[in-house]
């Protein structure tokens, strides 16, 4: 079955890229260009992963990750923005914050961003070691 990820970034380029690569690795993608039109495609397409860019016009990415978790707390969102910075304001741990279950700064590789959907659709399995300290405490 193919996973359905909704991209939502104001940047043309930046949000046909994603859809094309994602597309080409066996996902049902859909793309949108802003907040007002994600949340449309959000009730419509019922993704299984939201990939939104942080800083844009109208609606901004916090407000979509929070809107998107209190309507369907499962959904799996990665927020991603070139206007990260490190240190307290940091806007990608306040995305994190906000539920987000993967960060990604921009400018990042294509194959980051495949494995970095790969990883939120993949449930965790706890380790070995973790399952035996359970078992055998």
Not at 16 to 25: F, N, V
């Amino acid at each position: 079955m193919k996973e359905r990820v909704l991209v939502i970034d104001d940047d043309e380029g930046v949000r046909l890229t994603i859809q094309y690569i994602l597309s080409m690795a066996g996902h049902d993608v859909r793309s949108v260009c802003d907040g007002e039109q994600g949340i449309g495609a959000f009730r419509s397409f019922a993704p299984d992963v939201v990939i939104t860019d942080l800083i844009m016009p109208g609606q901004q990415g916090i407000e979509i990750i929070a809107a998107f978790k209190k309507e369907r707390p499962e959904i799996k969102i990665i927020a991603m923005s070139g206007g990260a910075r490190p240190g307290p304001g940091n806007i990608l741990q306040s995305a994190r914050a906000a539920g987000a279950d993967d960060i990604l700064a921009k400018p990042f590789e294509m194959n980051l961003l495949t494995d970095v959907v790969r990883g939120v659709l993949q449930p965790r399995v706890p380790s070995a070691d973790v399952l035996r300290r359970s078992v055998n405490p």
